[in-house]
C-alpha cells in the first residue's frame, strides 16, 4: 500500500487507469440507460414506475460504498498517515454526497405513486438522510480548518464514528417494519427480481462504480495539484 | 411514441428521476474537470514565473560570480522540487 503513497507513482498509475475506467464508464451508462427505459419490460404491479428503480438502488449502493471506502481511507490516514488516503476522502466526499442526493431525490419519486408518499420518518429513509448530513459535514469539517492536516484528521474521526451508521441502513428494513421494501437483490439465496430487470440494475450498478472511480481519480490528481501549488507559495514565502 | 414518454401514467416521476441522475453525473464531473484545468494552469503559471532560477542552473556551473549574487536561491534549494 504504501507503495502508491508515493503521488508521483500514484499519478503514473491513475493517467493508466483513468482511459480504461473512462471508456467503461461511457459503455456501461450507455447500455445501462437504454436498458433501464428502452428493453427492460414494465413490472407487473408498479407499471412503468418501476424504471426508477434502475437509478434509485444503484445510487443508493454507491452512496454506503462510498462512505465505506472513505471511513477505511480515515483509518488508514489516521493510523499510518498516509498522505493520498486524506486525499482520497477529500475527493471522494463530493461524489458520495451526489448519490446520496440522488438516492433520496429518486426515492421520494418513487414513493409518491407508490406508497403515497414522498417521505416516511422511518428508519431507511431517516438514516441515508443521516449519511446525507455526514458527507456535507465531513466537507465543512474539513475546509474549516486554516491548518489541513488538522481538517483532515478531524475529519478522518467524523468519518470513523459516522460508520456506524452504514449497518444501520444496511439492516434497517430487516429490524424494523416499513413502508421501505426489504432488500430483494443481496439476500440469503436467489435474488427475488427476475433476470429481464436484474440485468440493467446490475449494468447500471457497473456503471456507477465505474463512473466512481474516474471521477474520484480525476479529483484525486486535482487535489494533489493544489497540495504542490500550496508548497510552491509555501517556498516562494520562506525564500522572499 | 408518445405513449412512450407518458410511461404508463407515471412520466411526471419516471422522467424527473432520470433527469435528477443525470444532473448529478454531468455536473459533478464538469466541476471536476473544471477544478482540475484551473489548478493546472495555476501550477503552470507559478513554475513559469519561477523558471529563471531553473535557467541559471541550466548554465555553465563553474561560473557562480554573478548568478549567485543575483539569485537568493542556491541550486541545492531549486533543486528540492
Partial sequence: MNRFANPTRFLRVASAVLPWSAGITALTLTAGFVLALLVSPPDYQQGEAVRIMYVHVPAAWMSMFVYGNMAIAAAVGLVWKHPLADLFSKAAAPIGAGFTAVCLITGSMWGAPMWGTWWVWDARLTSVLILFFLYLGYIALVNAFDDENRGTAAGNVLLLVGAVNIPIIKFSVDWWNTLHQPSSVSRLGAPAVDGSMLLPLLVMVIGFTAYFITVVLLRLRSEILQRKIQSIRFTEQTHS | ?81
Fill in chain 2, 1 to 81: 411514441m408518445s405513449e412512450y414518454f407518458a410511461m404508463g401514467g407515471y412520466a411526471a416521476y419516471v422522467w424527473p428521476a432520470y433527469a435528477v441522475t443525470l444532473v448529478m453525473l454531468v455536473a459533478t464531473l464538469a466541476a471536476t474537470l473544471l477544478g482540475l484545468r484551473r489548478r493546472e494552469a495555476m501550477v503552470k503559471a507559478l513554475e513559469a514565473a519561477r523558471a529563471p532560477r531553473g535557467a541559471r542552473r541550466a548554465s555553465p556551473a563553474n561560473e557562480p560570480t554573478l548568478s549567485t549574487a543575483a539569485t537568493a536561491a542556491t541550486p541545492a534549494e531549486s533543486g528540492a522540487q
